[in-house]
């Protein structure tokens, strides 16, 4: 007879978390006007917050529109609803409009250079990096470099791990839910 364990997670309030994480929370409610319940959920770490946001804010060599499709793709094929409806916001932030974004989330764009980086970043999500050579190819072919190679695998690592923690947690989603495809 096989047992399940589910442990409920719910999403810590200010004065559930350490000092430090108090206080970032404090800056998040400044910076966005609230506290996302996914951050907040980092936070049952003492170090976890901190130390994610400094590698989320870390200088790369991808634009935040290029971070964005990533985002977006990496969230799509890692099937997470709370970073899809996120990053779907954050992408209309970031220039893109609907149909772009749908695209994205389809794993393809009508900009080929955004095309190539969404191609590649599913594939290497998909087949944890083992990718096809066309894919990689055809990024560089776009004039992409071996510099927004690496930065592109930090990026997925970074959306990945988010992905991770909110399917298994499942805390409410605060942004306007995304659609299924």
Known sequence: MESLVKTEFSVPT???????????????DKALGFVPNLYATIAYSDNGLKRYLDYQNAKTSLSNKE?????LVVSQVNGCIYCQSAHLVLGKMNGFNEQQLLNIRNGKSDNLKLNSLVKLAADITNNKGNTSDEN?????????????LVDLILQISDKTAMNYLH???????????????
């Open 167 to 181: 399917n298994l947690t499942k805390i409410p989603v605060d942004f306007p839910l995304a659609e299924s495809l």
């Open 67 to 71: 971070k964005e499709a990533v985002n």
């Open 136 to 148: 990689v190819k055809d990024f560089f072919a776009q004039g992409y470099t071996k510099e927004n």
């Open 14 to 28: 200010k004065n559930e978390v350490s000092s430090v994480n108090q206080e970032i929370f404090d800056n998040l």
